[in-house]
């Protein structure tokens, strides 16, 4: 009977979860559908190349990373909060709320900043995130065209910092409240600086990361070992990876080759073949 609650009880969160990645998907639709169709950096038909490998992944990630993350991350912050001494994992418990928030979205990004760029330099982490560099055409929904490989693996390192400096912590009172504020946030920002706007923030790309500066990452040409930064160029800017023009990128994607459905984009970059392992090694020269 208790087996049976349980299972009951998972399907109804399975089902409320995708009641509420419909309705952030159709938030996410009325805020940036109209902004893309009048300051789009390119016009663009509403059901462009992609559209529908973009919708597949946006539900594959807003509902399968649940999953994938939350074993590790456990892991990780249980073994870090047994093995690092309490002076460094409790330094951060002191401080309000607000100050650990700012705390964390800096050492947070530093992580997400090296996975990142690590998934560009090592060849097994670059064939998951091909998929992401796959799409020709830019918008908000890219974000979340993600191996979910690539996107749990991002994820960790961000998260593993939290909880190494205390910023997080698997005990007290809220424990998942700093890592779920800092992934919603990065989350939200990532929709924003996906999008087909051509929007520039001035002094402000300095500081905040704008569609220009990631779309420069997107760009087909040499310059995508550039703007690793979800959120932060200061990231950029120290490890020498800065990189922001006046004009716009004039094409997306990349030269590695990367199956045009979702299914095919799932799956392909599990299957060690020679040909993979051939694509990974070439990247520095040809699809970076």
């Not at 805020?31 to 789009?40: D, N, R």
């Not at 073994?79 to 309490?86: D, R, W, Y």
């Not at 706007?197 to 760009?219: D, I, K, N, Q, Y």
Request: aromatic content about 12%; glycine content about 6%; charged content about 10%.
């Amino acid at each position: 009977m208790q087996s049976l609650l349980a299972s009951h009880q998972h399907i109804a969160g399975l089902l409320l979860q995708a009641v509420r990645t419909c309705v952030w998907l159709a938030i996410l639709v009325a805020v940036f559908a109209p902004l893309e169709h009048f300051f789009a950096v390119r016009p663009a038909k509403t059901f462009h190349k992609g559209w529908a490998t973009n919708l597949g992944w946006y539900f594959v990630n807003s509902l399968v990373p649940i999953f994938l993350l939350g074993p590790p991350v456990a892991l990780i912050a249980v073994i870090i909060h047994a093995v690092l001494p309490a002076s460094l994992t409790g330094a951060a418990a002191s401080l309000p709320l607000w100050a650990r928030m700012i705390a964390a979205m800096v050492v947070g990004e530093i992580g997400f900043y090296w996975g990142h760029r690590w998934s560009h330099e090592i060849p097994l982490l670059w064939r998951f995130h091909a998929v992401h560099h796959s799409a020709e055409h830019i918008n908000f929904l890219v974000n979340t065209r993600a191996h979910p490989v690539d996107m749990v693996f991002t994820r960790l390192c961000g998260l593993t910092l939290l909880y190494a400096t205390g910023l997080a912590s698997p005990v007290g009172p809220n424990p998942t409240l700093i890592p779920a504020l800092v992934l919603l946030i990065g989350a939200l920002w990532s929709f924003f600086i996906h999008a087909n706007l051509r929007w520039r923030l001035g002094p402000l790309e300095e500081v905040l990361s704008s569609p220009a500066f990631h779309h420069w990452h997107h760009t087909r040409d040499d310059h995508r070992d550039h703007n690793y930064s979800a959120m932060l160029p200061v990231m950029d800017r120290v490890f020498g990876t800065f990189y922001l023009p006046r004009e716009w990128p004039e094409a997306y994607g990349t030269d590695t080759p990367v199956p045009d459905g979702l299914i095919g984009q799932l799956l392909d970059p599990l299957a060690p073949s020679l040909k993979a392992r051939d694509v990974g090694r070439g990247i520095s020269s040809s699809t970076r």
